[in-house]
């Protein structure tokens, strides 16, 4: 029963993410490594969720990822939340006539948010921790780059939720 509740979320994901349904940005903390991480709002059984995806060559969730965020007001939020998936997509790029194969780690946590915490998102996010290994995935950010859409997004999930 958990399986299917999960590829049937993972396909509401996809097919959301895939209208534009995200906000997302790229980091690279080290010359080596990077990641594209991204964020989706989802609305499943009156709970408000917070889906983020990691794209990278090394980093996937623990089993019970935390999310901190802090916005621009100095107010911090911390999200429990659940691992639903890591995945690897293999491919190659063809140097030389010689094939490299480069892999690419998808992880994918979700993280629930309350009615009460949707107006920490409106001044905006200067800064996220997600509780990722090897390494935590820490970025700041001068300007708001998620806050708005995320606070838009719950906000419009919160009106719709009822709506059959």
């Known amino acids: 029963m958990n399986r299917i509740v999960l590829y ?3 396909s509401l994901l996809l097919v959301s993410c895939g209208t534009s349904k995200s906000v997302s940005y790229s980091h690279k903390p080290l010359a080596e490594e990077g990641c594209r991480v991204s964020y989706a709002v989802l609305e499943q059984e009156g709970q408000l969720q917070i889906i983020a995806t990691v794209k990278s060559d090394r980093l996937v969730f623990s089993d019970d ?3 901190m965020l802090r916005n621009f007001n100095g107010e ?3 999200l429990n939340g659940k691992c639903l998936q890591s995945r690897t997509e293999t491919g190659g790029i063809i140097i030389n006539n010689m094939v490299l194969p480069v892999s690419e780690l998808n992880a994918m946590a979700l993280f629930p948010v309350s009615e009460d915490d949707i107006d920490f998102f409106l001044p905006g996010i200067a800064k996220v921790r997600l509780s990722t290994l090897p390494i935590v995935h820490e970025k700041s950010f001068s300007r708001d780059v998620i806050g ?3 606070f838009r997004e719950l906000k419009r999930a ?5 709506d059959f």
């Open 158 to 162: 919160l009106t719709t939720k009822d």
């Open 8 to 10: 049937l979320l993972i």
């Open 76 to 78: 911090v939020l911390r």
């Open 148 to 150: 708005s859409y995320l």
């Open 65 to 67: 990822p935390i999310m």
